[in-house]
């Protein structure tokens, strides 16, 4: 079965300072997808950013952007020019490729990110 | 274009008790999954739903289930209601024709059991 870590439970940042949340996965499979999604305290689930494994540029998306280091199993998020906004909880979530184990996002147990004014 | 969208947002039931949440995905998407975020436990995928069928089933007991609806929308059934049942329960739907079927939530519903 495949296993999300995220070892960072909280972090704290300046406004408009960068944060990278770290985050490790454990499978043996070849091809799978990855994804950062944000939960504010409106508690809706908000996707940030998605990388396919088949891919080796990195994922970016406006102040977000992650490092992709499929050997090691990796895949950190930054966040940069950090708003007030950003506060979340952020999730970490692999899934296999579609059709695959049944579509289920295995999720990590989330980084608090706390954006300071 | 709508989001996923979840009802009631929140639902209070004494032990014992049925409850049932209701959700629509997106418009065009045929997949529906349920989710259960119960405190200290993390993410857990409960259930998915494609084009009326149980595609797959989470490590949950019988007692929860649900159905989808020919227009895509979904229902998730909790019967005979246990304390740690209580938990925000999010409903995410995605497009096939999406190569990576990334899934969209909606808002949750928070089950309280008391």
């Known amino acids: 079965a495949q296993t999300v870590t995220q070892s960072q439970p909280e972090m704290s940042v300046q406004e408009a300072e960068t944060v990278t949340l770290s985050c490790t996965y454990d499978?043996?499979?070849?091809?799978?997808?990855l994804f950062w999604y944000k939960q504010p305290p409106s508690r809706q689930m908000i996707l940030v950013i998605r990388?396919?494994?088949?891919?080796?540029q990195n994922a970016t998306e406006n102040r977000f952007s992650v490092n992709f280091q499929k050997a090691a199993k990796s895949f950190s998020l930054k966040i940069s020019d950090s708003q007030l906004g950003d506060t979340a909880m952020y999730f970490c979530?692999?899934?296999?490729?579609?059709?695959?184990?049944?579509?289920?996002?295995?999720f990590g147990g989330g980084t608090r990110v706390l954006v300071k004014p | 274009e709508a989001g996923v969208t979840q009802s009631p947002t929140h639902l209070i039931k004494t032990r014992g008790q049925q409850a049932t949440l209701r959700c629509s995905p997106i418009?065009?998407?045929?997949?529906v999954y349920w989710y259960q975020q119960a405190l200290g436990l993390g993410l857990q995928f409960l259930l998915w739903?494609?084009?009326?069928?149980?595609?797959n089933r989470g490590n949950f007991p019988p007692r929860f289930s649900g159905r989808q609806f020919p227009n895509y929308s979904s229902e998730l059934n909790v019967n005979a209601l246990e304390l740690e049942d209580s938990a925000l329960y999010l409903c995410?739907?995605?497009?096939?024709?999406?190569?990576?079927?990334?899934?969209?939530f909606g808002p949750g519903t928070r089950l309280t059991v008391l």
């Open positions: 995410a739907s995605s497009s096939l024709e999406d190569v990576t079927d990334t899934q969209y």
């Open positions: 499978t043996s499979e070849n091809n799978y997808y």
């Open positions: 990388q396919e494994a088949y891919k080796q």
């Open positions: 979530a692999f899934m296999k490729p579609p059709g695959a184990a049944g579509n289920k996002l295995t």
């Open positions: 418009s065009g998407h045929t997949s």
């Open positions: 739903y494609d084009e009326g069928e149980e595609r």
